[in-house]
Each structure stands twice: as structure tokens, then as C-alpha cells.
């Protein structure tokens, strides 16, 4: 399956934003779908999951209650809905996908599918 991210841009703080990713192929509803966060100098890191199925959705508790994610089946499409974003919010978000994969994966290692990240800047 191949990722494509976007809707990256600069905001400011307590600023919303969404993040779309569109995925090829016509199994995206076997595919758990993950997004990560990478911000300079550091590791990338895990922000959201939803299950194949969209039986369970999974958040960093960094982002928990602020950050929604959701699929469109028939758009082959997730979505990330950042809310009162923050300054700490700002890195490159990736997608990334696991075909029946565990929404309890958080481990960047665990993913089989990457799609380009998107840039997220929050100014105070």
C-alpha cells in the first residue's frame, strides 16, 4: 500500500488543523493505520492509531482529547483532527499502516507502510 500525507502548515497556538492521508490499493480496510510525529532532534514518536475495522482508536497521552483520528473506507483515506494546538505539537507527521495490525503498536518499528511526512508548525 502506498501513503500519501498532507494538510501540514504553520498555525498558532490553540489553532486547529487536519491531517489527511490517502492510501492506494483496494485492502485499506485490512490495514490498521497509525500516525507518528517526528520533531528535530528527537525520535519519532507515536500520536494516534485506528484498527482495521475501526473497532478501537488509540492516542499518546501527550495529544489525548485534543487529537481525533478517523478513516473514510470509501475515500482509502485517514484523518488526523488537531485540536488547541501547541507549540510542543510542532514536527513532521508521518502515516503509516499495518495490515491487521494491533492498535496497541506504538513502536515506529512495528510499521510495514510509510507515507511522506507532513510539515506541523505551531507558533506561540
Known amino acids: 500500500v502506498q501513503l500519501q500525507a498532507c494538510g501540514g502548515g504553520l498555525v498558532q497556538a490553540g489553532d486547529s488543523l487536519t491531517l489527511s492521508c490517502a492510501a492506494s490499493?483496494?485492502?485499506?480496510?485490512?490495514?490498521?493505520m497509525y500516525w507518528f510525529r517526528q520533531a528535530p532532534g528527537k525520535e519519532r514518536e507515536f500520536v494516534a492509531a485506528?484498527?482495521?475495522?475501526?473497532?478501537?482508536?488509540r492516542y499518546a497521552d501527550s495529544v489525548k482529547g485534543r487529537f481525533t483520528i478517523s478513516r473514510d473506507s470509501a475515500e482509502n483515506t485517514v484523518y488526523l483532527r488537531m485540536n488547541s494546538l501547541k507549540p510542543e505539537d510542532t514536527a513532521v507527521y508521518y502515516c503509516?499502516?499495518?495490515?491487521?495490525?494491533?492498535?496497541?503498536?506504538?513502536?515506529?518499528?512495528?510499521?510495514?507502510?510509510w507515507g511522506k511526512g507532513t510539515q506541523v508548525t505551531v507558533s506561540s
Open positions: 490499493g483496494r485492502t485499506f480496510s485490512t490495514y490498521s
Open positions: 485506528i484498527s482495521w475495522g475501526d473497532i478501537m482508536t
Open positions: 503509516a499502516a499495518v495490515c491487521y495490525g494491533s492498535p496497541d503498536l506504538t513502536s515506529a518499528d512495528a510499521m510495514d507502510y
